[in-house]
């Protein structure tokens, strides 16, 4: 963990704090446009299942963050989670959200990828993601997620 101001609960660097809210809202951003885009059948499952990993990537990076680790430059969410357990943390209500992994590079540069013999449960999909979303802003203690 670096040095400065500790934060009271959970004993978190102040720095490593704030940098976990600011990649939470960004991958608050990632879902709203996941949200924006759920009900247009002219968006492609690739760019919303795209969005939909980058909220979680993100999310997942602010929790490692917030933790004191420093997080690996990977899109792999099954490497973050990894990362997470390992340093003692429950992942399990969210290992589902590892099917996201191949939005991140594979379907965007692909035109008919595996991942497309299944439409995305839109709704359901957003449902996932805001409770990882809200998970760790009650970790790191940010309002409005």
């Known amino acids: 963990m670096s040095s400065g101001a500790r934060f009271a609960k ?68 099954p490497r973050l989670l990894a990362l997470l357990e390992s340093a003692g943390a429950d992942v399990e209500s969210f290992l589902p959200l590892v099917r996201f992994t191949p939005y991140a590079v594979q379907t965007r540069y692909e035109e008919n990828p595996p991942e497309a013999d299944e439409a995305l449960d839109r709704p359901a999909l957003v449902a996932e993601v805001q409770i990882l979303l809200r998970h760790v802003a009650a970790l790191i203690g940010e309002q409005g997620i």
């Not at 004993?11 to 960004?26: I, N, P, T």
């Open 10 to 77: 959970g004993g978190y660097c102040m720095r490593e704090v704030e940098h976990a809210r600011s990649l939470l809202r960004l991958a608050q951003r990632d879902l709203n446009a996941v949200i924006a885009l759920q009900e247009s059948a002219l968006v492609a499952d690739e760019i919303v299942g795209f969005h939909a990993q980058q909220s979680v990537e993100k999310a997942l990076k602010a929790w490692i963050s917030a933790t004191g680790l420093v997080y690996p430059l990977t899109h792999q969410l």
